[in-house]
């Protein structure tokens, strides 16, 4: 599998910048910024890891937009998601396209 990293991304109707860091396994975003920081450190050597990093933090952002993510209010940046089959599938598109930009 052959990954790509895209300068920006669109997500509904904001535009995120893509950063990546090759010191880091792990991901994250801050709505502060539009940024998304994807960690490139077992890319090379597991490339389906990396792909996971992708995959959990463009799907924790569809959630936050779609009001399905909840903080469970123990300080724990801790979440629950709640949502139907139907928004499972609407979130489910959306991811696909999204993914189609990290593909080669």
């Not at 010191?23 to 709505?31: A, Q, R, T, V, W």
């Not at 990396?50 to 959990?56: Q, S």
């Not at 209010?73 to 696909?96: K, M, P």
């Amino acid at each position: 599998m052959r990954l790509k990293f895209p300068k920006k991304i669109t997500i509904g109707d904001v535009v995120w910048k893509i950063k990546t860091d090759k010191n880091k396994g792990g991901g994250s975003f801050g709505y502060a910024d539009q940024v998304i920081v994807i960690g490139t450190k077992f890319l090379k050597n597991q490339p389906a890891r990396t792909l996971n990093v992708i995959i959990h933090e463009l799907m924790e952002i569809l959630c936050i937009e779609a009001d399905i993510r909840y903080d469970k209010g123990n300080n724990d940046a801790d979440y629950i998601f709640v949502y139907d089959h139907q928004q499972h599938t609407d979130i489910i598109r959306r991811l696909s396209g999204l993914l189609n930009e990290f593909i080669k």
